[in-house]
């Protein structure tokens, strides 16, 4: 017996020995030197990096900068600034960190305004985070994704009436410039059900920052939102990788049960970023100039959203089509992944009609599946009128047409103003979905 006690009291001193020694233990940190600069991009030697993996680089007067490895050359390194290059010398230290862009998440971040890396913009304290997540994360398994079942209301009529969302759906926005598309995601952050909202700006002025949160989204819209901003002024890789953080800041919220709105404005820009990216590191260009790599990124992004068993996320992402093109690469691209797309026509912003939604060129490939019958029977009747009235326009402005001679054509130029008021609607004029309806039905259809 006293034999045991001895062995354990010297198995403990030596225990108490070994901890000593580690406590003393001066712990150093390998690095590796910056061999060339070319704009944002610097080489390195830094064995044993990965790409995605995060370094500081110590600069002389301009403090730490931070870079991400995004690819290798022989045994150089390859990485990006995640923000502006000055300060980095030629020889300047490169300390690994071993791991990749992480951010915090807690309930506290609503309200709130960050950048890509979770820092605060909005010049508040740092909230208390509950957990901090990579940015990369995997789409929810394919499989195993609940069936999407239920409407989801935006508030707006336009939307509602013919094109009615289902919970955990993805819709795009085309648009060109100025023709209401901020002002459009403004109205439905404000009045849509959902429990909280996402809004990524990617690549946007910076004037137009504060405009679109005070006067587009408003106080009671940045009550149950998060704001993620990388304005075009930021380095390309902080432009993109706006949408991964405010994507993963989605599925925090998601994951706690809640019904989440996505708003992403744009994900040209987000593409135009990764771009600029891909050509840094030698990638090489493909149609309108876009790398490869661009055209992978945009579903592996785009399908992080959706339903999962806990919660869910509808997502709408701004698509700027360039010239008014629908079918150049990127909004080609991401029309074919997302399940339904929103038009704004200039033609018919130019008329006053505002939300100037092109019902006819816009289509939810959900709405058959989530919607009563009496409503699919009305907007069937609305679009076909609509229709009608598109293809016999210049006849009737012109006085060509007698009345009489089409039934159809008399009834779609005698419902012509009910069907545009009720598409239209002013900024801060909510309706709901049953109100929607009800005014539907008493359009006469």
Not at 44 to 53: F, R, T
Not at 100 to 106: D, K, M, Q, T
Not at 275 to 289: H, Q, S, T
Not at 331 to 357: C, E, Y
């Amino acid at each position: 017996m006293s034999s045991d006690i001895n062995t354990h009291e010297e198995l403990k001193k030596v225990t108490d020995k070994c901890n000593k020694a580690l406590e003393n233990l001066e712990t150093k940190q390998w690095y590796g030197y910056v061999s060339k600069v070319v704009g944002l991009l610097l080489e390195a030697q830094l064995p044993g990096s990965k790409v995605g993996e995060l370094c500081r680089i110590e600069t002389k007067d301009c403090g730490n900068k931070q870079a991400e490895v995004v690819g290798f050359k022989g045994q150089t390194a390859q990485l990006l600034l995640l923000e502006d290059g000055k300060g980095v010398s030629q020889g300047a230290k490169i300390y690994p960190s071993g791991k990749s862009l992480e951010i915090g998440l807690c309930e506290e971040l609503l309200g709130r305004v960050i950048d890509p890396l979770g820092e605060p913009m909005d010049h508040k304290p740092k909230p208390v985070y509950e957990e901090f997540r990579g940015i990369e994360q995997d789409a929810p398994d394919s499989y195993g994704r609940p069936r999407i079942k239920e409407t989801f209301s935006c508030g707006v009529r336009a939307i509602d009436s013919t094109l009615t969302f289902g919970l955990g759906q993805r819709i795009g926005l085309f648009s060109g410039s100025g023709v209401g598309k901020s002002t459009l995601m403004g109205m439905i952050a404000r009045y849509c059900e959902a429990d909280i909202n996402i809004i990524a700006l990617v690549g946007e002025r910076g004037r137009e920052v504060q405009d679109f949160i005070e006067a587009s989204l408003g106080e009671e819209g940045m009550k149950k939102s998060v704001c993620v901003i990388a304005t075009g002024d930021k380095p390309a890789m902080m432009r993109m990788k706006c949408l991964l953080t405010a994507t993963t800041v989605a599925e925090y919220f998601r994951d706690k049960g809640k019904k989440v709105m996505l708003m992403v404005d744009s994900v040209t820009r987000m593409a135009m970023a990764a771009r600029d990216v891909g050509l840094a590191v030698g990638e090489p260009p493909a149609m309108k100039g876009y790398t490869p790599s661009v055209f992978s990124l945009i579903p592996r992004v785009l399908e992080r959203a959706g339903r999962s068993d806990k919660g869910s996320i509808t997502a709408i992402y701004a698509v700027l089509v360039e010239g008014d093109d629908m079918n150049e690469p990127i909004a080609d691209t991401a029309r074919g992944v997302l399940d339904g797309h929103i038009v704004l026509s200039r033609k018919i912003a130019v008329k006053n009609h505002f939300p100037a939604i092109d019902v006819l060129a816009s289509v939810s490939r959900l709405f058959p599946d989530i919607t009563s019958d009496e409503q699919q029977d009305l907007a069937g009747k609305m679009r076909n009128l609509m229709a009608v009235y598109g293809e016999n326009e210049d006849l009737i402005n012109i006085g060509a047409y007698q009345g009489g001679v089409n039934p159809t054509i008399d009834k779609a130029i005698a419902l012509k103003s009910k069907i545009d008021d009720f598409l239209k609607q002013k900024i801060y004029e909510q309706s709901s979905f049953e109100e929607t309806l009800n005014a539907m039905r008493q359009i006469g259809l």
